[in-house]
Structures are given as C-alpha cells and as structure tokens.
C-alpha cells in the first residue's frame, strides 16, 4: 500500500510564505511526475505545479514566478515553497504523484492523493 501525507498549511497574511512537503510511503518501486493540486470552495481542483522524476517543472500561470516546486528523490518527498502569497491562493493543497508499486512481483503504477492541507491567505 501507497500513502502520500502532506503538511505545512496553515494561516498566513498577504505577502507571506508557506512551505508544503508531501512524503510518499509504502510499497515504492518508482515515483514519476509529482504534483500539486488545490481546490477552493465552490471551484474545480487546479493543477498548481508538477516535477518530473528528471526534475522538469511547470506551473499554473496564476502562480509563476511565485512557487517553485521541488523534490527529494531519496525522500520521496515533494515540495511547494509558496511565496508572495494573496488572498486568492487560499484552498485545500492536495499532492498527487505516480507511483509504481510492486504487488505480488508485478508492477503496478497508478496516481495517489494525499489528504489534502488548508492554505488560508488572510489578514
């Protein structure tokens, strides 16, 4: 089994910063491309940014040039420094990866959620 666990949200003013780690764990053959997704309330589930197992990045166009995703292969462990935070980035930040687990000998790859982490940008 495949866990992915997310932490660093919380409450931060406008212009701030946040830091969010997602951690994968279990059965881990090869991690590919990793994610981050946010949804805010009453709104679909956007891509945020995504690195690829060889380090290639993109980004939302709302958020370039103010997060920078990153990742830690011996970790298995992706980031998303936030920076210059506003209102408009508050949301529930999900990590996604591809992962492919070894199930009796046989390698399975399929995406995994974590559970989610509130950013809230207020004053």
């Known amino acids: 089994q495949v866990q992915l666990v997310e932490s660093g949200g919380g409450l931060v003013q406008p212009g701030g910063s946040l830091r969010l780690s997602c951690a994968a764990s279990?059965?881990?053959?090869?991690?590919?491309?990793m994610s981050w997704y946010r949804q805010a309330p009453g709104k679909q589930r956007e891509l945020v940014a995504g690195?690829?197992?060889?380090?290639?990045?993109n980004y939302a166009d709302s958020v370039k040039g103010r997060f920078a995703i990153s990742r830690d292969n011996d970790k298995n462990t992706v980031y998303v420094q936030m920076n210059s935070l506003k209102p408009e980035d508050t949301a529930v930040y999900y990590c996604?990866?591809?992962?492919?687990?070894?199930?009796?000998?046989?390698?399975?790859?399929?995406?995994?959620w974590g559970q989610g982490t509130q950013v809230t940008v207020s004053s």
């Open positions: 690195i690829t197992s060889g380090g290639s990045t």
């Open positions: 996604n990866a591809a992962i492919g687990s070894v199930v009796v000998g046989i390698v399975n790859t399929r995406n995994y």
């Open positions: 279990g059965s881990i053959f090869r991690i590919y491309t």
